[in-house]
């Protein structure tokens, strides 16, 4: 008996890697850190608002945070599409390559 190979989650397996992925404890540090930042920066931006011309350093500040933040945030949407594609894996799914290049090939061997 063969079983055939799984390219797609069946709904609760999408539903338990979501959660798990939200509430995962490796990247806390990543998230608390993304949070003070934001708060910060919104603090800065609202004082800024009241005083537009006044202050330089702030103005500086919001663009090095905004920066800081990008950055956090590409890595923590990296360590979520590591850990996903683990527990995909693990599941047994193997999403198909659809790239025009592999669709070609697998026309050839056909």
Known sequence: ???ANRTEL?????IIIA??????TGQESLMNEINRLTEER???QSA?????????????????????L?????????ARAARRI????????????????SAGKDEEAA
């Open 48 to 68: 800024l608002a009241r005083h537009p011309w006044g202050n330089h350093e702030a103005t500086q500040r919001v663009r090095e945070i905004t920066a800081e």
């Open 1 to 3: 008996m063969t079983t």
């Open 86 to 101: 683990r527990m995909e894996e693990a599941l047994g799914v193997h999403p198909v390559d659809e790239s025009p290049s």
């Open 42 to 44: 919104n603090k800065l």
């Open 10 to 14: 069946n709904p609760f397996e999408e």
């Open 70 to 78: 990008e950055t956090r945030w590409t890595e923590l949407r990296r």
């Open 19 to 24: 959660r798990t992925l939200e509430s995962s």
